[in-house]
């Protein structure tokens, strides 16, 4: 159906977007557990805390932008199986929530940085310490977004893999790559530290994924099965 196409290349330049976003957010966040090693890591926050704001806002973009794809893909799933679909979007709404409260956690730290550059001078421990548990809070609930995230996101390949909207060979793919993202995910809350590439191999996909999707868009000759 051509509809579907239309649809698919949509999804496609909403993931174009999303990095074009997305990418600048973690640039401009500069935020990381090592900053907390110097006594005046709070300065440093502070010194770049425009930087950071627009990186809050750019996270909270991109999150909906990804909300607003499960809008678009809810009346496709939902031909395969409603429940699914209501799955799908519900993952989805939960991780943007999950988003919303790590950046107020940020925004709570660039609050606590302002008021220690004003007490500059006075006994300032607690601040550090205060601060030390918002940058943990923070990281705490990113990983969880990112396990929400690639829930979701199995899912949609799951269902690209049953419907062969795009070809099988990008929806295993995309189920392997995710799959790594949702373990070095779990594997950083119990801390055991783990390669960047679980997380790098997945922009890899994403690029050839986006690609295909504005290209070609979803398979119009594909008809979508209803799940029994």
Known sequence: MKSNQKTGRTVGFLLLLIMALGIPSVVLRGLSTSMVTSPDFLNEIFQNSFQMRIAVLLDILTSALWLLIALLLFPIIKKYKNSFALWF???????????????????????????????????????????????????????????????????????????????????????????????????????????????????????????????????????IPKEG
């Open 89 to 223: 979007f519900g993952i989805w709404l939960v991780q943007f929530a999950v988003i919303i409260f790590s950046n107020i956690s940020h925004l709570s730290l660039l609050s606590l940085s302002k008021e220690f550059v004003i007490a500059e001078g006075a006994d300032t421990g607690y601040f550090s310490t205060l601060g030390l548990l918002l940058i943990e809070e923070y990281f705490w609930a990113h990983f969880m977004s990112l396990m929400l995230f690639a829930t979701a996101a199995f899912s949609l390949y799951y269902f690209l893999f049953q419907t062969k909207l795009v070809p099988r060979f990008l929806s295993v793919w995309g189920m392997v790559a995710i799959s790594l993202v949702f373990l070095a995910s779990w594997l950083n809350i119990f801390e055991v530290n783990t390669s960047f590439y679980f997380y790098s191999q997945n922009g890899i996909f994403m690029v050839v994924f986006m690609g295909w999707l504005i290209a070609k868009g979803f398979n119009p000759n594909e008809a």
